[in-house]
């Protein structure tokens, strides 16, 4: 397998767009390139800890992990998960700088992302883990394994903890014409998160 995820087209632009991340951290939106990579391995575990930003989550069983490195324009990418078709779900971070909420973050990205073409069809601030996250689910064009150019039209779900002056995101990405099995996935997934204190 050599293909690289540019992933820039999600929150980084949009959070960069509303003027709360400089515009240098992307790199450029929405472009994609290729590169060797390593090929797929299998899960070692159900459950994936995460001791930087604190939390724990238990993947989709049939889902692989995936080399960090296959997934561009994410500044702190902390896991990959992904399928045969390489639907991914990425667990990120993002720093941008002073505390920012889940509301604030919800409206820096609807904004933008239907400014750009995108169809929202779900978002608002949702409870996760017993606090407050940001939750977009959205549609638009791509290829399938990223928004942007392309002419796949793909769904993304977008789940964003504000956490001190730091953001998970936890994010998945699919052709949308074959999202719903994915997205049932994700959102159990979703479900068994826990945040450290």
């Not at 978002?123 to 407050?132: E, F, K, L, S």
């Not at 001190?164 to 997205?183: C, H, Q, S, Y």
Request: proline share 7%.
């Amino acid at each position: 397998m050599n293909t690289r995820i540019n992933h820039t087209s999600s929150l980084w632009c949009v959070l960069a767009m509303a003027g709360t991340l400089p515009l240098a951290s992307l790199g450029g939106c929405g472009k994609s390139e290729a590169a060797s990579h390593a090929p797929l391995a299998k899960a070692a575990a159900p459950e994936f800890v995460d001791t930087s930003f604190g939390f724990r989550v238990t993947p989709p069983i049939d889902w692989r992990v995936a080399p960090p490195q296959s997934i561009v324009g994410l500044d702190k990418v902390v896991k990959v998960w992904a399928t045969k078709d390489l639907s991914t779900i990425v667990a990120f971070t993002q720093e941008p700088g002073v505390p920012v909420s889940a509301g604030y973050l919800l409206n820096a990205t609807v904004g933008p992302m239907t400014q750009r073409g995108f169809k929202v069809s779900s978002q608002g601030v949702v409870n996760i883990a017993g606090t407050d996250a940001m939750s977009v689910k959205l549609s638009g064009p791509g290829t399938g394994i990223a928004i942007g150019p392309g002419n796949v039209r793909t769904y993304q779900h977008w789940i964003a903890i504000p956490k001190g002056n730091r953001v998970l995101v936890l994010m998945l990405t699919t052709p949308d014409a074959t999202k719903d099995e994915n997205a049932k996935a994700f959102e159990e997934m979703v479900q068994s998160l826990k945040l450290d204190c």
